[in-house]
């Protein structure tokens, strides 16, 4: 059963700390999304990827967050410096675009707590 | 970019059919919808995804009437477990631009 994972699952750390999160998408899909969510503003898409060429990465903070997929298999999102704003959980997600049906499938989540 | 107007809560009972309905009055003539569910700690999870009038699967169906400009999921005979966060997302095909709601808690009663 194939799945996206993520790690870590949680991630505690204090302001100003650099922050990477990593995503494992499934295997042979060619897209991966990064989302973020909180209890305010609900799930956000931050940035998402196509054969690994960031497409659309508008939802991201620029000056403090990046986004890259080093190869096909690794996804990652950095904050640095890290703030207790981004306490949230953040989602990784991955599809197979062309495909008939479309779907994302997403993995369990980091959950980040700035302090 | 089409958005998506949804209840923000319903309330049902075991056993019961029911009907979320999802407004997206500008939505694209190549954009598709699509339904997720999400548990608490947990991912979104694809439900079900439609163009026009109606699609069934095994958990859900969805209907589309002829201006696409609503859908409804209907989720027949609901139980304890369906209790969960439902997204209406509406986006054009290869995933090029699409949007997350405010999505339905639904809260499923014994």
């Known amino acids: 059963d194939a799945r996206v994972t993520q790690t870590p699952r949680d991630k505690v750390t204090e302001m100003g700390q650099e922050v990477t999160m990593r995503c494992q998408p499934i295997?042979?899909?060619?897209?991966v999304f990064w989302y973020r969510q909180t209890m305010m503003q609900g799930l956000e898409l931050l940035a998402y990827f196509r054969n690994r060429a960031p497409l659309d990465d508008s939802g991201m903070p620029k000056d403090r967050f990046s986004a890259e997929m080093p190869d096909a298999t690794l996804a990652t999102l950095k904050i640095q410096p890290s703030e207790p704003r981004d306490s949230a959980v953040y989602f990784c997600a991955s599809g197979l675009s062309g495909a008939r049906q479309e779907t994302q499938y997403f993995g369990p989540g980091t959950r980040l707590l700035v302090l | 970019l089409a958005k998506t107007t949804q209840p923000i809560s319903m309330d049902s009972y075991e056993g019961q059919e029911v009907n979320i309905t999802c407004s997206h009055n500008?939505?694209?003539?190549?954009?598709?919808i699509t339904w997720y569910q999400q548990f608490p700690s947990q991912g979104p999870r694809f439900i079900i995804q439609?163009?026009?009038t109606k699609v069934t699967n095994e958990v859900a169906s969805l209907f589309i009437p002829a201006d696409r400009k609503s859908s409804t999921l209907s989720l027949p005979r609901v139980s304890l477990s369906d209790t969960a966060v439902y997204y209406c997302?509406?986006?054009?095909?290869?995933?090029?631009?699409?949007?997350f709601g405010s999505g339905t808690k639904l809260n499923v009663k014994p």
């Open positions: 295997l042979g899909h060619n897209t």
């Open positions: 997302l509406v986006g054009l095909y290869n995933f090029n631009k699409f949007y």
């Open positions: 439609g163009y026009k």
């Open positions: 500008n939505i694209a003539t190549n954009d598709y």
